[in-house]
């Protein structure tokens, strides 16, 4: 079992920023951690992903705006919004991928939520 704690979020204005942090239970290293979004009406989508390696994977529609990072010594993923847009708001949910004998289990945060003014 994983249990994530999120941190961060809440309200910013276009252009601006905001840095959501997620805190696991487990060495940060051994899993694929990372944040997906869900806006109101629509489905959850991956936003950025770090893998137990490093590697790291962007929404294109975050490219080059967010910036995922991991602090092992404190097992937390962090994201950092930049130029944020009003389409950017959606709930963000803290994910982690944990390998276990012939399957992957996956866990969630509870969400936080994240507003962009126009």
């Known amino acids: 079992q994983v249990q994530l704690v999120e941190s961060g979020g809440g309200l910013a204005q276009a252009g601006g920023s905001l840095r959501l942090s997620c805190e696991a239970s487990v060495k940060i290293f051994t899993i694929t951690a990372g944040w997906y979004r869900q806006a109101p009406g629509k489905e959850r989508e991956l936003v950025a992903t770090?893998?137990?390696?490093?590697?790291?994977n962007y929404a294109d529609s975050v490219k080059g705006r967010f910036i995922i990072s991991r602090q092992n010594t404190k097992n937390t993923v962090t994201l950092q919004m930049n130029s944020l847009k009003p389409e950017d708001t959606a709930v963000y949910y803290c994910h982690a991928n944990r390998p276990a004998v012939g399957a992957t289990l996956t866990f969630w945060g509870p969400g936080t939520q994240v507003t962009v003014s126009s």
């Open positions: 770090i893998s137990s390696g490093g590697r790291i």
